[in-house]
């Protein structure tokens, strides 16, 4: 669906049956890992490249089994690789679910965040016209814009 204005809302059954369907992935699939970042970096990776390189390694490893050294379990690769596939289906669909979440999030709030602004400015307006009440509004947005000065510069001259 193409971005025009988002006007949506999360009921509260909504957002609970979502968190369900979460539980629900995690339960069915109570074997995944999480790993550390330096467990990334040093693992090899079989990408689209690789797993033409380990189908046919199973391949020649099935038709020339006095090739095969005999601490590999031909069992146990079949059963990694077959998970591996499968489960690179299910991430490029959560890929794609996140990738949509995010973007919605984004987009939302980048409109509360504009509506904002924009009360902010009328704010300080009011404020510049000497409307009463308006000034101590537009200062309490405006802390959210205050940069702190690093403690060895002077203030900017008058």
């Known amino acids: ?45 079989m990408g689209n490249g690789s797993q033409s390189f380990v189908t046919k390694a199973m391949e020649i490893a099935a038709n020339n089994p006095q090739f095969v050294p005999p601490y590999a379990n031909l069992a146990a690769m079949r059963k990694d690789y077959d998970l591996a596939v499968r489960l690179q289906g299910i991430q490029m669909q959560l890929a794609s679910l996140s990738e949509k979440v995010t973007d919605t999030q984004m987009a939302a709030g980048s409109e509360a965040y504009v509506t904002g602004l924009a009360l902010y400015n009328s704010l300080k307006a009011a404020a510049k ?8 509004l537009a200062d309490e947005l405006g802390e959210r814009f205050e940069q702190d000065s690093p403690p060895d510069t002077p203030p900017p001259a008058p």
């Open 129 to 136: 016209a000497n409307v009463p009440g308006a000034k101590v």
């Open 1 to 45: 669906m193409p971005y025009t204005n988002i006007d949506a809302e999360i009921t509260d059954a909504q957002r609970s049956a979502v968190f369900a369907a979460i539980t629900t992935i995690e339960q069915n699939l109570d074997f995944l890992v999480s790993l550390t970042p330096k467990e990334r970096q040093k693992m090899p990776k």
